[in-house]
């Protein structure tokens, strides 16, 4: 009986043993295939985001040789690093926010009790910049001309306005 009941111990163990080496081993391939599904998923995301943000910067200064190009050219008079001239090209814009009737370049008349600012700005070239304004109940965007004088002024020009509807 003893005999028996040893003999039965010895083929559970052995038979658990051989269950979990085989579960542990399963599992270490299952999780590599896991990790590489995974892994492969998030470099496609991370694919499709790089291009849709390379998509949506296409007008940009940042992204225009033929734009850099022209503050920093051989037969330029203006030598200007582009990267310091975007936030200094903002600032000054959004410094004009401070006027008491709104600022100038949104290209529209106080409607209400509040004033037309810029909320956002972003510069498509050396020439053109876009931007969108709001006085808390109308919102518009416009589109302005600037220009850097020969004393490193900015100096702006609304080309185009829009006003959505309320």
Sequence with gaps: MKKSLFLYLLILA?????FTYMYYSKRATFEETQFKKTNTK??????????????A????????????????????KKTIAYEKLIPYVKEKLMDLNDNLKGNPYTGQDQIGEQKFI??????????????????GVYWGEVLIKYFINDDETVSFETFQSLLYQK
Aim: proline fraction near 0%; avoid cysteine; charged fraction near 25%.
């Design 14 to 18: 052995v038979l658990m043993n051989v």
């Design 42 to 55: 998030f470099k496609d995301s991370i694919n499709s985001i790089t291009a849709k943000l390379a998509d």
């Design 57 to 76: 910067n296409y007008f940009s200064l940042e992204n225009n040789e033929n734009a850099q190009n022209y503050f920093d050219s051989e037969n330029s």
């Design 118 to 135: 810029i909320n956002k700005i972003k510069i498509l070239n050396h020439r053109w910049i876009i931007a969108d304004y709001s006085d």
